[in-house]
């Protein structure tokens, strides 16, 4: 058996351990708590990871449109240089556009006085007509009075509906009519 010092002995370590185990147990339950908070800790670095991976997922994203947004910038650079140089082909061509405009417009007027011309003087066969230019096409050989049109031949007057870019039809009388009021003439059958 123990004796009365052996058992004060035992109830002082017995004592002892359970101080300590009381002692432990603050810190036991906080070891707990180290493994819960370990626990969250690792979840919000899961977390973290995923919004990185996303983060990077975005900036490569970013950087392909940007790639993209290069590129179009540079196409777009190389049309304004086309339309540059078209730009400047058209000024080269302005002055000699004003040149032929002037030109078509002095051969309008000149060709709107031969009309009048002929409406008013050309009333006897010996009448001289004052034939209309066209472009810069070569006239043709042209009857010189209404006495020569009324007598021209079908070829002549074939070729002088394709230069005024009148249909020839089947009647030469209504061809030669078509040319005379082209050209301002009233009518190719005179009295004199």
Known sequence: MMSEAEIKEFARNIKATGQF???????????????????ELMREIKNISSKLTNLESNVTSIKTEFTEMKTDITQ???????????????????????????????????????????????????????????????????PKNLYSLRNAHRNQITVICHYYKIPPSESLIGDKQAIAEFVGVQNIRTHH
């Open 21 to 39: 185990i009381d002692e432990s147990a603050t810190e036991l339950s906080q070891i707990g708590n180290l493994n819960e908070a370990r626990n």
């Open 76 to 142: 777009i650079k190389s049309e304004f240089t086309e339309m540059k140089a078209d730009i400047t082909q058209i000024k080269s061509e302005i002055p000699e556009m004003k040149f032929q405009i002037d030109l078509n417009f002095i051969q309008s007027e000149e060709n709107t006085n031969k009309r009048l011309f002929n409406s008013l003087l050309c009333l006897t066969q010996d009448s001289k007509i004052a034939w209309i230019q066209m472009g810069y096409d070569v006239m043709p050989e042209m």
